[in-house]
């Protein structure tokens, strides 16, 4: 029987994942001076593109399901960022919106994404092609 397969160096998951980590390792310290946990950072960058998103849509566009967003959205309410209400026309529905703080706390984040930048040794143009790659892999290919 060939084992290969079973390599840690032939597996695709191995790189994404440890990516992944050392990504979010990186943006921590700048998270951390705003107040915010990367999960609650990519919330908020939703919200702040959106103003106010349903739980159901704000977890599919996150690939998170509600057993991880009712509490994080929980604990953001109660810091002030975000007010969750039941939808009028769904009461099953419940819409998260952004708060005064919250939106405010988006000039504090807006240089986030350059410090981030600056700190991963690729081209633009390689930036490019992995973005285009990874939403391939997950079945997105318009993702821009």
């Known amino acids: 029987m060939n084992y290969d397969a079973l390599k840690l160096k032939n597996q695709l998951c191995f ?32 919200l702040w593109e959106n103003q106010e998103v349903t739980v159901k849509a704000l977890g599919d566009t996150l690939y998170l399901d509600s057993g991880t967003l009712t509490p994080l959205l929980k604990k953001m309410e109660t810091q002030g960022l975000l007010v969750r209400t039941r939808s009028s026309v769904d009461e099953r529905s ?3 919106s952004l708060t005064e703080k919250g939106y405010q706390l988006r000039d504090q984040a807006a240089d986030i994404p350059g410090k981030i930048g600056s700190c991963i040794p690729l081209s633009e143009e390689e930036v490019r092609t992995l973005y285009s790659l990874l939403y391939k892999v997950l079945g997105q290919h318009d993702a821009q």
């Open 15 to 46: 790189p994404l994942y440890a990516c992944s980590k050392e990504v979010v390792r990186k943006y921590h310290p700048y998270l951390e001076e705003i107040g915010l946990t990367y999960t609650q950072y990519i919330v908020m960058m939703v």
């Open 94 to 96: 419940v819409i998260i």
